[in-house]
C-alpha cells in the first residue's frame, strides 16, 4: 500500500485546513469584479491549471473560497452559473453599497491605459451596461464622456482600411450615427456632430465642459490641402468653439496655447511651399477668412489666460494676409 511521509502529510494537512478555513471565513453576500479584460477562469488555483472560460471586464462575480498562495486566488462563480478560481489582482472587491463607485474606478482606470479593439469593446460594453441603470443626470453625463473616450479607443483599434471587414464593420454599423470615416487617414473616428449633440444633451451638467474638450481635442474629418481660410475654419470650430462656450473653463490655457500651436505651425508649412500660398488671393478670399478669423479672436480676447497673446500672435499672422 501507497503512504505519504510525515512531511507530505503534515503539507497535504496544511493545504487542506488553509483551504477550509478560507471558505469558512469567506462571507456568504463578498463579491469581486473583474478589473482586467479576458480573465481566465481556471479549474484552480495555479496559473498551469485548465482554462474553464475568459472573463470580459466588469464580470461580477459572487466569491465561493480562496487560496492564501504567494499570489491570491479566489474561488468564485459567475451570475451565469460559471465556477472557478481567478487571480486576486485582476479583480477588485465589489459591495452592493459603493458598487457603482467601484465600476466607475475601474472604468476611469481603464481609460487611462487606453487598448486594442478587443479591450475596448470590453470597456464600451461594460459603460453601456451601467450606464443604462443610471438615474442621476450628472452621473450620466459623466458616463456619456466616458462612452465617447471609448469609442476612440474602439475606432483607434481598427487596423487601417479594414473597416470593410468584421468584426470591425459590424461594430461601425450597429454604431453609425456614431462613426465618421476620415479618408485621409484612412481611419475612423467619432463624428464630431455626434460629440455636439451629446454634449447639448448634457449642457449644464459638470462633465459638460469635458466633453466639449473632448471634442476640441479630437478634431475634425478631411484635411484642408493649402486652402488658407480652411485653417482658420477649424481651428475656429473646435477650440475658438470651446472657449466660446467656457470662456472661464478649466481648458481655456489649453485652448489657446493649442491655438497658437496649430495657427503657427500651418503658416510655417504654407511659407515652406509659396507656391501654394500664393494661390490665396486677398481680393477674393479674405471675406470669407474673416468669417473665422475674426469670431477666433474674439473668442481668445475674452478669456483670461496666460496664453492668451501667443494665440493672438498666431491669429494675427493670418490676418496679415488681408492687410
Not at 212 to 234: I, K, M, N, T
Amino acid at each position: 500500500m501507497y503512504s505519504l511521509s510525515p512531511t507530505s502529510s503534515f503539507k497535504v494537512c496544511a493545504l487542506t485546513v488553509a483551504l477550509t478555513v478560507a471558505r469558512a471565513g469567506a462571507a456568504g453576500d463578498e463579491r469581486r469584479i473583474t478589473k482586467a479584460t479576458n480573465v481566465r477562469l481556471r479549474s484552480a488555483a495555479a496559473t498551469s491549471a485548465s482554462i474553464a472560460a475568459e472573463l470580459p471586464l466588469g464580470t461580477e462575480l459572487a466569491v465561493v473560497g480562496r487560496a492564501n498562495a504567494t499570489d491570491r486566488w479566489y474561488h468564485v462563480r459567475a451570475d451565469d452559473g460559471r465556477d472557478g478560481w481567478v487571480l486576486g489582482r485582476l479583480t477588485a472587491p465589489l459591495s452592493l453599497e459603493r458598487r457603482d463607485q467601484a465600476i466607475e474606478s475601474i472604468i476611469v482606470d481603464r481609460l487611462r491605459g487606453g487598448g486594442d479593439f478587443s479591450s475596448g469593446l470590453q470597456l464600451f460594453d461594460l459603460i453601456e451596461r451601467t450606464a443604462a441603470e443610471l438615474t442621476d443626470r450628472e452621473a450620466q453625463a459623466r458616463f456619456a464622456l466616458y462612452r465617447l473616450r471609448s469609442m476612440t479607443i474602439v475606432f483607434l483599434g481598427i487596423p487601417f482600411r479594414r473597416g470593410e471587414s468584421d468584426p470591425y464593420r459590424r461594430w461601425i454599423r450597429d454604431h453609425r450615427d456614431a462613426a465618421r470615416y476620415d479618408e485621409p487617414g484612412g481611419t475612423w473616428m467619432v463624428d464630431p456632430q455626434y460629440v455636439t449633440g451629446v454634449h447639448d444633451t448634457y449642457r449644464g451638467t459638470a462633465a459638460a465642459e469635458d466633453i466639449a474638450w473632448f471634442l476640441a481635442q479630437h478634431g475634425l474629418y478631411g484635411e484642408c490641402e493649402g486652402d488658407v481660410p480652411c485653417y482658420v475654419d477649424r481651428t475656429n470650430r473646435l477650440e475658438g468653439w470651446y472657449l466660446r462656450t467656457y470662456p472661464g473653463g478649466r481648458h481655456t490655457d489649453d485652448a489657446n496655447g493649442r491655438i497658437a500651436l496649430k495657427l503657427n505651425d500651418y503658416m510655417d508649412n504654407l511659407g515652406r511651399f509659396p507656391s501654394v500660398l500664393a494661390q490665396f488671393d486677398p481680393g477674393t478670399r479674405c471675406g470669407e477668412l474673416r468669417l473665422s478669423l475674426d469670431p477666433l479672436a474674439s473668442a481668445v480676447m475674452a478669456t483670461i489666460s496666460a496664453r492668451k497673446p501667443g494665440a493672438l500672435a498666431a491669429i494675427d499672422r493670418f490676418a496679415q494676409l488681408c492687410r
